[in-house]
């Protein structure tokens, strides 16, 4: 496990709603990368029985979090990075139990950056994309 992605979770581990009660997993941190993931369980369901969205979301959020705030210093300081907006387009209901979300760099300013997320199911279905700009807030 590398060092970025134990300070990720070590930051992160107080964001309960997306560790403790939506059961998200940071399980790889690198510069402007991250992966995360969550085993579906039966309170992840709507009323129609599919996944949530907002299961989607918080997956992707955090994905994006953990990956923006563990970027290298830049100028002698290390940015704090928040959501600025976000786009989701849900593609697919996922097969089978679990659902990763990885993240990618666009683009990273000075006080703004561009991330997209991906993600599949375990058998490598793309179910949702996700595009979330975001701020620095030093």
């Not at 060092?3 to 990720?8: E, H, I, K, P, W």
């Not at 300081?77 to 600025?84: K, N, T």
């Not at 683009?107 to 058998?123: A, F, M």
């Amino acid at each position: 496990m590398t060092n970025l992605t134990l300070s990720a979770r070590a930051i992160f581990a107080n964001d309960r709603y997306a560790t403790e009660c939506t059961g998200v997993v940071i399980d790889l941190v690198e510069p402007g990368y991250a992966r995360c993931s969550l085993d579906i369980l039966p309170q992840h369901r709507n009323a129609m029985g599919g996944v949530m969205g907002g299961v989607f979301f918080t997956l992707a959020d955090l994905a994006f979090a953990a990956a923006a705030n563990t970027q290298p210093i830049q100028n002698g300081e290390q940015l704090a990075w928040v959501s600025l907006n976000s786009s989701i387009q849900y593609l697919a209901q996922p097969k089978g139990q679990r659902l990763t979300a990885e993240t990618s760099c666009i683009k990273q300013g000075r006080t703004t950056c561009v991330y997209n997320i991906l993600i599949r199911d375990e058998h490598n279905n793309l179910t949702a994309m996700v595009t979330t700009s975001g701020m620095s807030i030093n």
